[in-house]
């Protein structure tokens, strides 16, 4: 069963940083990209970011380039988002996301984890 | 890049039929095959429902249809049952400088 559990969010001051991570389970983590998806309280879906599943390629949204960096670690099975900068707008659960196939941007999520709220408030 | 647009609410009654709207444009919807729908209930993560325009995943009722026209898909929910009120979320690539967008989401009431 595939599993996806992040951890890492809070609360945090406006300019402040906040690193996420996501630990994957029930798959082969390496041969797959990844993204996260935030979704602000009582707001629709943003998709955040992405990586190959090399690591090699990153992609991500206007809102948090340059502010924000995908990585992995593929040897923990493990996904992050390292978040400087924040605003008050970046307020959001957080979620890392599977696609179903192994294509980087066609966004077909297949299995989500639970989401990890981040809070920037002063 | 802004999202795709969704009607933000509809309503029907069970065992009758609606259609979700997504609306982009050619550098999203229209361009390419890249559209798929998410179901989301409240305090849960979304669901995959639809991919590829018109496929369903493993395991997504045979409800749940998927079309597309020039620079709209449509989310068709047929036999509507009283577990199908949630949110959906239509989702495209995109050849901007956002490469990956979501629609502004539709609520869908089972009267």
């Known amino acids: 069963e595939v599993q996806l559990v992040e951890s890492g969010g809070g609360l945090v001051q406006p300019g402040g940083s906040l690193r996420l991570s996501c630990v994957a389970s029930?798959?082969?983590?390496?041969?797959?990209?990844m993204s996260w998806v935030r979704q602000a309280p009582g707001k629709g879906l943003e998709w955040v970011s992405a990586i190959s599943s090399s690591g090699a390629s990153t992609y991500y949204a206007d809102s948090v380039k340059g502010r924000f960096t995908i990585s992995r670690d593929n040897s923990k099975n493990t996904l992050y988002l390292q978040m400087n900068s924040l605003r008050v707008e970046d307020t959001a659960v957080y979620y890392c996301?599977?696609?179903?196939?192994?294509?980087?941007?066609?966004?077909?999520?297949?299995?989500w984890g639970q989401g990890t709220l981040v809070t920037v408030s002063s | 890049q802004s999202a795709l647009t969704q009607p933000a609410s509809l309503s029907g009654s069970p065992g009758q039929s609606i259609t979700i709207s997504c609306t982009g444009s050619s550098s999203d919807v229209g361009g390419h095959n890249y559209v798929s729908w998410y179901q989301q209930h409240p305090g849960k993560a979304p669901k995959l429902m639809i991919c590829?325009?018109?496929d369903r995943p493993s395991g997504v009722s045979n409800r749940f249809s998927g079309s597309k026209s020039g620079n709209t898909a449509s989310l068709t929910i047929s036999g509507l049952q009283l577990e199908d009120e949630a949110d959906y979320y239509c989702?495209?690539?995109?050849?901007?400088?956002?490469?990956?967008?979501f629609g502004t989401g539709t609520k869908v009431t089972v009267l």
């Open positions: 996301a599977k696609p179903i196939n192994y294509d980087i941007l066609t966004g077909y999520f297949v299995n």
């Open positions: 590829a325009v018109s």
């Open positions: 989702s495209s690539y995109a050849t901007t400088s956002t490469p990956l967008v």
């Open positions: 029930g798959f082969t983590f390496n041969s797959y990209a």
